[in-house]
């Protein structure tokens, strides 16, 4: 079954808050896809390691330590368990469109 990562996207303008979505789910896997227009994050402590790749749009996470990292549509990034990290900037105009893979 072919799916597209930039179907089913809401109006951006009517989103208020991020649309997260459960693309596939196995034993230790989850991939979402995560659709952010201007929306930051609080800390994150994750029991999971994250690969994230940013298809489209531009954002920044930022670390505990005060580190940034700037991050433009095709970057991906990796986030192992329990590094405390959020996302503190998302572009609206385009939205963020994130790919995230979640593995325990």
């Keep these: 079954m072919i799916e597209n990562i930039f179907e089913g996207i809401p109006n951006p303008n009517s989103m ?44 920044e996470i930022e ?15 990796f986030l192992k368990a329990h590094v405390l990290h959020r996302v503190s900037y998302t572009s609206k105009n385009p939205e963020c469109i994130w790919i995230c893979v979640f593995a325990k």
């Design 16 to 59: 208020d808050e991020e649309l997260v979505e459960n693309l596939r789910e196995f034993k230790n896997v989850r991939i979402e896809r995560i659709v952010s227009t201007g929306q930051t994050s609080g800390w994150y402590n994750q029991d999971e390691d994250e690969w994230v790749c940013l298809v489209q749009g531009n954002a």
């Design 63 to 77: 670390y505990e330590n005060g580190e940034k990292v700037s991050l433009k549509a095709g970057d991906t990034l």
